[in-house]
């Protein structure tokens, strides 16, 4: 009884966890921002996902496998936009919507 709750429990996490972060990854390509996203949390994100699938392959358990295979390329596309359309510099000389530029405080 015990197992079938878990599982229960880890397909509704997995799907969880899918969605955000194929939600993450379609607003930082759609928006073009990450300015609430931290380069921890993108490496972290990267590394879990090629984490448990290493994990998955190893034991040969092909519910991790799967899992994971399908959240990689979402990781992938978040780390790929952040790196891209992240400002560099800070806030110093930024230009902002206007044509102004915002001075750090």
């Not at 397909?11 to 609430?36: E, M, N």
């Amino acid at each position: 009884m015990y197992i079938e709750i878990s599982r229960a429990i880890v397909l509704l996490v997995s799907v969880v966890i899918t969605a955000g972060l194929y939600h993450q990854a379609y607003r930082v390509w759609r928006t073009k921002k990450v300015d609430d996203i931290t380069a921890t949390i993108v490496v972290a994100i990267l590394l879990n996902e090629f984490g448990w699938l290493n994990y998955g392959v190893a034991l040969w358990e092909w519910p991790i496998v799967v899992v994971s295979a399908v959240n990689l390329p979402a990781a992938i596309a978040i780390v790929v936009g952040y790196f891209k359309f992240r400002r560099k510099g800070g806030m110093r000389g930024e230009y902002t919507a206007q044509g102004s530029t915002r001075q750090a405080v």
